[in-house]
């Protein structure tokens, strides 16, 4: 599985973004996607979530009400709407997508990209 993210950029506050992050390979085996972001000096940290089951989604606290996440399965495509942003959510945002191939589950890592919101 390869994961591939686009869209981030830089913004001002209370501004919108939205990133894409297009799966390849054995994506069958892609039980769930999702984002996490990492500020400079922290830990990286979970903002969202989505099955591609039934479609349920989890979201950090911090991002609820402003952040959709959203999937397209027939384009193996999964989204991140960024809306009312903030100067702390700074960070390299890293789309990952968690498989299963039994008896073993794989974690897939894009390589990240830069979402800057200038106060």
């Known amino acids: 599985v390869r994961v591939v993210e686009s869209g981030g950029g830089l913004v001002q506050a209370g501004g919108s973004l939205r990133l894409s992050c297009a799966a390849s390979?054995?994506?069958?085996?892609?039980?769930?996607m999702g984002w996490y972001r990492q500020a400079p000096g922290k830990q990286r940290e979970l903002v969202a979530q989505i099955t591609t089951g039934g479609g349920s989604t989890t979201y950090a606290d911090s991002v609820k009400g402003r952040f959709t996440i959203s999937r397209d399965n027939a384009k193996n495509t999964m989204y991140l709407q960024m809306n009312s942003l903030k100067p702390e959510d700074t960070a390299v945002y890293y789309c990952?997508?968690?498989?299963?191939?039994?008896?073993?589950?794989?974690?897939?890592w894009g390589q990240g990209t830069q979402v800057t919101v200038s106060s």
């Open positions: 990952n997508a968690k498989a299963s191939n039994w008896p073993y589950k794989v974690d897939y």
């Open positions: 390979g054995s994506t069958f085996s892609i039980n769930a």
